[in-house]
């Protein structure tokens, strides 16, 4: 019995393993012909996920297995139907003994969430109003502890653990790029923009702390976290004594940040920095999806269609140019 | 030369007359072919509008006359381009002795403000949760003074001075009956929806005391009404301790009642009161709207298109039926 | 064995039973891996729905049974990916002595049918204006028949047995409510709009006289029930002699009733009756399939994405507000 | 003084001429500085239009000149604005000896209306299936009076005297050449589809003898000439007792023609003569406009925009190719 | 064992068969319950396609058959969820003893392609201006090959051996008796335009010699037909020194030639010519999608929902008018 | 009389002055009321605009003077209608003695043109791909003359001399800008893209050397810019022997720039550049755009309704924050 140094992305029909795996999903089923019951689950490592099948389950183990539980399992590796499964022989949860992490299993961004954390503070803290320095930090500090992990959506871009901090950040990046072109841009009001724009997904969704979202909130999907987040500004400025004209054009810049009422903004653009925002937004979401989607494509070749990306099929070229990495 | 009583619906070319106006709008203009300067009127009493003429102005009274003043004015009534036109001879404000009120000037609803008002609080006093009852009372309370001469918009419906409660009350007269055929409708939810949901046009625009709208305020453009009102819920919720699930559902009614992302609503109504009172509002404005197309055109004939009402014609009835009124 | 009184809503896995149900559909299938035949039913009552499978189905029980026979069926409840299913032991069609009367199989409106047309009848006898009333109370007689038993659509509002008679009746008594806030409504074009508006879904679908739609007509595809409704109103008023206006009227008013071209409606309401009989139409199939959708959930959470109300997910409240039921 | 064989097509500024001319519109205006009233004329003949005026009108001749009259006039060609004017000194109605005709000064179709319609008869008496063939022939003895000289829309294509005629006579020709290439045609129902598809023009419009539509008629507004022409189909097929499928699919082409709901269609094309029919009639309209447009426009040049034409500009090519006119 | 004359259209449940096949499409699969391969083909002829399931697959064969191979198969025809399959027993490849031809496994135009050419390169030869002429017979030669078996689509309209061919003889077929009534049409143009608008569909699509298309081009992907159409003309143009202003309005009709924006025409038909090509084009593809969709329903009858029809359901009348086939 | 130190920017009512102006539109007209004819200019300087009159026009002028004349006019200026005139009592072409350059009066982009090439150049001989390099060097060259002055569109953003170049130059130093923050981009890609995305505007429009469009092409209306554009591409490619998968994505790039089919892109970006091309050449355009619209109303307030930027009107915060220039 090979060891569990394997990964998902590796495994070929016929290896028989011992692995550890995280519960994407768990169902209990029942054969079509006959009655026999049995377990369906979504395994996942950090390299992907693969179907999981437990043949006779113990009547004691129907309702044992939950979603995020991390487990040990010792199998074989068949194919069904042009894809793999995991046909489990044993299967138990893991202890301290085990000695694994639960944060090894699930993808996350790249940089460490209180780096992140930090250097976003750091554009706040630069910041020359101080009514808007002050509101921003203090809606930073009053949702730190979800920042840490929280996703940026539920499917599609920066659905990965801390994937709305590291969205921001890139953002900032960028922000600060693009006013070094156009020095109209007040950048007091684009970083504020970026860093507020997506803040109450923290109250829109329910996410575990390995940044799994199984759902929305109730008020998440009565008002939807454009609508939150003008209200969460609101507060904040009242608490804080900030001037009017301030609140109204940050909220104005969350309210209007998806430009097309279709997509959830009653109101466009009316400055230039919300404008920008917009793009800013675009740019980080479109970069995210497509790198992922032409990540394991061969040269020369397209995805399917990619229901986030406009149902567009991506194209990876063949030839040789100027890219970093 | 004749007495004032005559009002302007009842003016014919050769009429020479002494009248009380308001003025709706003034402008200092140069006539083309030459550079003779001219004062361009537009007078009003309750009954219309007429386009008035000051030939030969006097330096001192080019920038005298402002919209909103109430003038006497001596003059004739002459035809130009199938319209009527009031040259005016001499022009005068008026003073106490004059003895009339500016309201006579302009379209009223038909009910008193403070009749309206009051019924209008019977409504919120009847509700049986005192949660919703609270705070439908005090944002009532706050908005009182605005309230008794709002108009409920800028062009269109119910455009006249205390409109906007007049809406509001036929609006909730009407859910009343409706609630009396379908009984799952919770009054307490509909009647706080309908009395909210309008409210925050009183910083949405700004209004004379005669229910003049001559601008959108800054805010009001900014973010709109709609999502105002979810502020302001939010902001007396917090200070009344109302329970989030009944301010997030009075929140959701108003960010809802338009329906359509096009016209505002970032999210479709989800909860059955939600929905009865999107179809009220629309009810109301369209009555109101078609009422005033058809009540001056011949039995038998169509109006021209009328841009509130989707552009369509409407058509006048010849024959009788079961009509009250 | 447990005697048939069980209805399918409260079945529970494991349960042995004699039941009566009326078959909605029943399909002559093969298992895939082996070329076992067995008939795959949905068993219904007027609690709901379920599978039923009979395993070892004899040579001449092949072709046997149809959608809308009545049978007794003694047999056992599984479950099965979740889903409950009725496997079935023994199975026959009722009789006589059996004594159970069809209609209590499926869902029908609260009201009886007899009740409804009368109501209804007294609407339209009530017309002051005596054109209208002969043909709107001439157009009722002929389609009596079936007026009793249709429902009012194939899927969704008021898709049951009487469901038209049902819908017309509560929009009637929605209509005079409305015309008591509105006394410019001329109640007996309102009337008998409502009342003629969807007649000729009659002729444009199947209907047994249980309520069940199975297709819809030749003509009801090729025309639709509003240009058949059109072309009725046309001929009846032909033979009656009734006034060209009027006739043009009522046409109108069935012509615009869906308001959105999309919808199939080639011209919008141009007369205020029209309007307010679209909106009427609106909030009760609005209502009653809200209703539909909440009834059986939980407070404090969503249904699914509803096809037929614009795919929304609808949430019931959790606190308690007036509400009469 | 030169005679009147001047056509308005050849004015030059500076001309003094003595023209017959039918009134296009005419408006008793006054000037803007002065109070001086002036007729104001839209002059025509059978090349063209003119704006006229009548400086110094008698008071006896505010309202005597009616759009439709043909009238002699003498007066100066003058240039204004970069359009040409007649400046009328003398005015006055033709009569018995001036020996004009009217139908002199309109545009209308290159065929005789006797001709166009006994050629049209020839498709119907050559139809195969004796119910369509009678419901055709029925149809137009009807309206055979009317379908002389009425155009086939106020503005655009085949805006012309007897324009109805020519429409439906050109698309006959073209659907008996269609129906060379594709025998699977039925030619009977192809044929009986293009003349009934426009009919009830002839009562959605009201039109002079000289082919000038000054309104939609009260019907054809509520209406349309497609429902129009769906209830005559059905009114004439009860007459002569056609078959009701015939009947139906002929209702179904007429209602189906114009394909988009958005242009009044509320059901597609379901057979394929209903396809056709529309293709055919597409075509015909396509071509008419477009020739017109480009008619006098040098090669190499666009027209402006073009509101029938989905706002397009048309280009004329330079070089030569294979045209025969 | 009955021999091979049986077609696919005519097989019943029990036939016992020797057939020869095409295989369309094959798969290896694994049972759900147990591990058992099967392999999972589509067979086709001439008069259609068919399951076939191969259950147990020696080891050898399991990738030993491929999409487009012609194979003998012995088995039995049974039936599963109301469909057929073909249960095979054995199963070989032809060789040239079984002279069959895998021509006819496919459908094709019903005319020879060396006879279509042949017309087409008439219509070419038939044309006055030079310029253009030389154009068209340029390009033609230079894609005979291919022209002499590419369908005109992947799916739908001509989707069928030498159907590209087949469809630009019928259109110009048409557009010759097309130009027979509308004589300002410039027939080299409007012949030119049919020859080139989908020529580069050879590029576009990837297809067998049998006209079976499985993929586009990577350039077909980035660019579609229409843009590699236009860049083809503008090559040909070059070498050949074509006037700007012909390449020019050729490139043009072959860009507006799908008219919308949606569909893939950037701009809209600005000559008549490009006009009547486009109302040609959708002619030809609707009169073969719909008399495909219906030649196998019964009179009386609709077809399901047809995707390529803009999701319509065509009808098939019962009575008999004047067809020629 | 003053000298023509003053700026259109400045002038004031009753000021008499010399100034040199350049004529953007001449229009010979005739006044109303009695046939008086007088020239109507619109006289510009690099500050703006004014409307000119010369009322008592010599015969022999009436058709002298053109657009894109430079002239010098003495007169006063007056106030009609709330904007100024100048009325014109002398004028006169300028000659060499008056030593005036025609670039002083027109906008221009705020950098050289000769330097603006060459730092294009630069990003160009900086690409590693040989091929595109080699292919965008040679495109540079052909169109260096008109790149010098053309503008980047006929109205709206970079609508002024060289904005071509401009608005090339600041996308490649954008484009870096992005490139430092996400190096998964393909640089060569991304400046090739940029550089040639709008080139074939210099054959869409027809420029003077002002850089004032007065007219589209022949070709430009026929084709647009961006079919223009691929074809150059493949032109030049095959002059060069480019390999066809970088010929063909860059053409890719050019065609989808636009993202939709409504804008003109037939195929929406499917590779990283082309999507980060498209968000760049929107953020050039909206940035230039919102900043000319907002230069110059006061700080809390809106611009108009603009057209360019989808009707929005533009908001100036009143505050101030971090903010370069």
Known sequence: MEQSIRKIR???TGDRLDCYFIIKRVD?????????KYLDFIFGDVTGEISGKLWDVPYDQEDFFKAGMLIKARGTVTSYQNSLQFKVD?????????????RDFVVAAPLD?????????????GMANTHIRSLVLRIMEENKEKLMYYPAAKRNHHSIRSGLLYHVLTMLRLGMKISQIYEEINTDLLYAGIILHDMEKLNEMDSTEL????????????LGHITQGVKNIERVAME????KEISMILEHMVLSHHYEPDFGSPVKPMILEAEILHHIDMIDARVFDITNATKDIEGGTFTDNIWSLDRRRMYKPLFEGSVKK
Chains 1, 2, 3, 4, 5, 6 share one sequence.
């Open 28 to 36: 209990l089923k029942t054969t079509n012909s006959n009655d026999k």
């Open 90 to 102: 044993r299967i138990r949860t893991v202890d301290a003994k085990d000695n694994v992490d639960p």
């Open 240 to 243: 804080l004594g900030t001037p």
């Open 113 to 125: 969430p209180d780096f992140m954390y930090s250097e976003i503070e750091g554009f706040a803290k």
């Open 10 to 12: 590796d495994f070929e």
């Open 211 to 222: 940044g799994i979202v199984s759902e929305y909130t109730v008020e998440g999907t009565l």
